[in-house]
């Protein structure tokens, strides 16, 4: 017997041992007992015989042949989880597509007896409903224990495993099978050795592709299902100005040396992305893999379209809104080597690259790379350290960095690279400020310079940072807010779906209803959101073309790439949209761009809101003129003069950063100390505020540490719990790790009840 440490889909603060009678690698995915459970494990390592009385049990099966996740991953993923100080089963859990690295759960399913049963009438029609497989916890909803004893002792039901999903959907590929190619179908094929049967029959149709197999030109072989990729127009990649060249043979000089971290600063639309394929092609050229990290799934289609470009079927794509076995297929192509590519969100962080030789972090200064729920990990930071684990460059590229990277690059710890211009001598757009008086969105500049861009056959963007129809409903009655019961948010009126929602614990009700408070029946809308926008300019311009980018509207992938192909052949005059157009995408078409309430954002109780709020103003102004005809951007605001609104004006990043590093070294914020956020909930408030003390407590007894708090969290209360917060300064990262370590020994003695989260490096404070 030999004995390996595995990690399981579990809340364990640790690995278990299990024993095996055949040698296992570390990274392959093994099937294990777990009490009268089953459930996929993955090995990291082989162990010592352990001592003791326990009993160790035994892997039960096998389900890789070769290790999916590569040694340098391994080592990384155990890295984040002791730093995050999570349990291993959560960080792991980042690394596989759903499914892969579960517990296997009991579904039941009809037999043939049951079939015959209900055909001649011996069952109950209920039994119907298992036609499809049905798992034990829809089951158990739906029939008694009683119920489904009988169903399965009469053999009308059979109980099994669910093993699906555990591998990669496949499909028939057809396979060249040699010889010299004839037709325009089999000359397709030998270019390519094998390719998708369906992607053949759409191309060439069912007849060429039967003939193919009929005379035994190609042969029919079962591999992973290819997911449909972007369609790529023909013509040559742009050669790179002498600025961007310069750039590309200084980042090819570090590549030999290793980790080395690049901030690249491009104005928006200098050519950042060529800089990356440029500098990909070197890498890849020497035999290494490449991974891609963009902010948003609304900016995979664009980066990805210019790898596809590039780098053909060596490009995969990760995120989460591919279907599950879309996402399966392209991880189990990288894992397998076959794709040496990866673009993608920030859980495209963890894929199984092997021999990875660059990192690139696009958008760099994104909140979107910070995740919120579960684990609350940076993707920025962490591809930072994955780097360095792996002895790779990394390059952060952004029109606005984040303020800490800059400063970093300022201090020497970055190498900085800057682009100053345009290619092929387009400028920046021209920038005005209009300040807003009453009460509508629109000024009557903006409407102007929307008639006029029009009028030229020109397209117009325009960003409002909030979706829906109105962010707030008010009783006309008695004065009060319609907001949810769970959180301290308002409802958002959405006016197509007829509903009132709440934007973070998805709360909704049928609008209108009756007022809670005095049972009143007339409301007032407040403020506008996206979808308002959108039913104001047609009234506006009938004439005009209007559609809207949002998540209520951008519900797939394929509707993101739809309406993109759309917005870039001009079918669409004006754009309403969200954060999700502010950055990223190249839209020619596009001259004006319009900012209806340019300091949404400045008014959180965060550290960052000022820091944010530049970044969305430049980053969407960005988006004007980056075709052949000048760009406008008009910024519609109530505070002018806020040196966060003048940076803007200016597109003057340098004034911005030093105002705004001025006032963080004043209150001790990043980049000058280190954060640690700790949030207790719990669904009675005096037992959240009694935690958030108790915690408190135990951290001033740590000198190196500062104690803020506690205090109720700006949101006090989401999703029916109520939230107290207590934050912790230091002088470096490692000033916490002993601390927090001791802290979750002693909440492991808490009341059941409680929830603490620990967040460090928080990128907010709400």
């Known amino acids: 017997m030999r004995f390996y440490n595995l990690v399981l889909p579990v809340p364990l603060p640790g690995a278990l041992v299990y024993a095996s009678k055949a040698p296992l690698l570390p990274g392959v995915r ?59 089963g959560e960080v792991f859990r980042l690394a596989f597509p759903p499914g892969f690295f579960r517990e296997i759960r009991r579904r039941y399913r009809l037999t043939p007896a049951g079939r015959q049963a209900l055909a001649e009438g011996r069952a109950p029609e209920a039994l119907s409903w298992f036609r499809k497989a049905r798992s034990l916890r829809a089951t158990r909803s739906r029939f008694t224990e009683a119920e489904l004893s009988e169903f399965l002792a009469r ?162 794509v990760l995120h989460s809104a591919l279907s599950p076995s879309a996402r ?34 696009d958008e760099e200064h994104d909140p979107s790379y910070k995740q919120a729920e579960r684990l609350p990990y940076q993707a920025r930071d962490l591809a930072l350290m994955r780097g360095r684990m792996a002895g790779v460059p990394v390059i952060l590229g952004s029109a606005t960095p984040s303020v800490k990277s800059f400063y970093f690059a300022r201090t020497g710890r970055y190498r900085y690279l800057r682009l100053k211009s345009r290619p092929s001598g387009r400028r920046l757009p021209e920038v005005e400020l209009v300040r807003l008086s009453g009460p509508e969105p629109f000024s009557s500049r903006l409407l102007e310079a929307l008639s006029e861009t029009l009028s030229r056959g020109e397209q117009a963007l325009l960003f409002l940072n909030r979706r829906g129809y109105a962010p707030a409903v008010y009783c006309r009655e008695c004065g009060e807010v319609l907001g949810c019961p769970n959180c301290s948010l308002t409802l958002t009126y959405h006016r197509a779906r007829g509903l009132l929602l709440c934007h973070f614990c998805g709360h909704e009700v049928r609008a209108f209803p009756l007022c809670p408070h005095c049972q009143g029946t007339a409301f007032r809308l407040s403020g506008s959101g996206t979808e308002r926008i959108e039913e104001e300019l047609r009234k506006y311009f009938p004439g005009a073309e209007v559609a809207r980018l949002d998540r209520d509207t951008v519900t ?140 408190a407590e135990f951290f001033r007894s740590w000198p190196e540490l500062e104690v803020l708090g506690p205090a109720p969290a700006p949101l006090a209360r989401l999703a029916g719990r109520f939230r107290w917060q207590v934050l912790l300064r230091a002088p470096r990262a490692s000033a916490f790790d002993r601390p927090l370590q001791r802290f979750l020994e002693e909440v492991s003695r808490w009341p059941s009840g409680l929830r603490v989260t620990l967040d460090r490096d928080p990128e907010e404070l709400l």
């Not at 959180?604 to 004007?624: I, M, N």
């Open 30 to 88: 093994v099937l294990v007992p777990v009490k009268t459970r089953r459930m996929v494990g993955v090995v990291l390592e082989e162990v010592p015989e352990p001592s003791g009385p326990w009993e160790i049990r035994e892997v039960e099966e096998v389900l890789d042949q070769e290790p999916l996740i590569p040694q340098e991953l391994l080592r990384f993923l155990l890295w984040c989880q002791g730093y995050y100080l999570a349990p291993p």
């Open 155 to 316: 053999g009308w039901l059979s109980e099994e495993e669910d093993l699906s999903r555990l591998r990669p959907p496949e499909e028939p590929w057809l396979e060249f099978a040699g010889g010299e190619p004839l037709g325009e179908a089999e000359r397709f094929l030998a270019e390519r050795g094998r390719w998708p049967r369906r992607f053949l029959e759409e191309i060439f149709g069912r007849k060429a592709v039967e003939d193919l197999l009929r005379e035994r030109r190609a042969r029919v072989v079962s591999l992973p299902r290819l997911r449909r990729g972007p369609v790529v127009e023909s013509g040559e990649r742009p050669r790179p100005s002498p600025e961007q060249l310069s750039l590309i043979r200084e980042i090819e000089r570090f590549l030999p040396q290793g980790f080395t971290v690049f901030l690249l600063h491009g104005v928006t639309g200098s050519g950042k992305t060529l800089v990356y394929l440029e500098v990909a092609e070197r890498v890849l050229a020497q035999g290494k893999s490449v991974l891609v990290l963009v902010p948003e799934i609304a900016l995979t289609p664009y980066v990805e379209t210019h790898f596809v470009a590039a780098f053909g079927r060596e490009v995969a």
């Open 328 to 361: 399966a297929a392209e991880w189990f192509r990288v894992a397998r080597g076959e794709a040496r590519v990866v673009v993608g969100t920030r859980l495209a962080l963890f894929a199984p690259l092997r021999d990875l030789g660059l990192i690139v972090v």
């Open 556 to 695: 797939s992938e394929k509707r993101l790439t739809d309406l993109l192909r759309r917005l870039r052949r001009g079918e669409i005059q004006i754009l309403v949209g969200t954060q999700m157009v502010a950055q990223g995408h190249d839209l020619p078409g596009v001259t004006l761009v319009g900012v209806l309430l340019a300091e949404g954002g400045l008014h959180l109780p965060d550290y960052r809101a000022a820091e944010r709020t530049f970044q969305l103003l430049v980053q969407v102004a960005g988006r004007a003129g980056r075709g052949n005809l000048p760009g406008r951007v008009i910024l519609q605001t109530r505070l002018p003069e806020h040196y966060v609104l003048q940076a803007a004006l200016k597109q003057d990043y340098e004034a911005f950063f030093e105002e705004d590093l001025a006032r963080r070294r004043a209150f001790s914020f990043p980049p000058f100390k280190r954060l640690c956020l700790l949030l207790v909930t719990s669904v009675r408030e005096e037992k959240a505020r009694e935690g958030a003390e108790r915690a």
